[in-house]
């Protein structure tokens, strides 16, 4: 019943910015949205799904080198909301954009770890 939903893709110029959310829901009260270790993973065509950026229930964050300066990862607890922020697009950034969850932190850079996913959505920088 746990379902994450992303919003925000689209299409941006090389330099531009955008901002991506994703909303969880179904969570059972004995383990709410500030428990959950949260993720963002790309994938582009014909390319292994990678990470972006993680939070922990506690705030701390990881990032790909690939995005580190340019990309911000947050979480908003009481909208049970993860939000990714991203600065000075460039090209290689385009992809479909998935949100994971796990209530135990999974590591970061094995997307088959990760237990809940949403649907992606994607984002496209033109040159």
């Known amino acids: 019943q746990v379902q994450l939903v992303e919003s925000g893709g689209g299409s941006v110029q090389a330099g531009g910015s955008l901002s991506l959310s994703c909303v969880v829901s179904?969570?059972?009260?004995?383990?709410?949205?500030?428990?959950?270790?949260m993720a963002w993973f790309r994938q582009a065509p014909g390319k292994e799904r990678e990470g972006v950026a993680a939070?922990?229930?506690?705030?701390?964050?990881t990032d790909a080198d690939s995005v580190k300066g340019r990309f911000t990862i947050s979480r908003d607890n009481d909208a049970n909301t993860l939000h990714l922020h991203m600065g000075s697009l460039k090209p290689d950034d385009t992809a479909k954009y998935f949100c994971?969850?796990?209530?135990?932190?999974?590591?970061?850079?094995?997307?088959?770890?990760?237990?809940?996913w949403g649907q992606g959505t994607q984002v496209t920088v033109s040159s």
């Open positions: 179904g969570l059972s009260a004995a383990i709410p949205f500030t428990f959950y270790s």
């Open positions: 994971a969850a796990d209530r135990y932190w999974p590591g970061f850079h094995d997307a088959d770890n990760w237990d809940y």
């Open positions: 939070i922990r229930s506690d705030g701390q964050t």
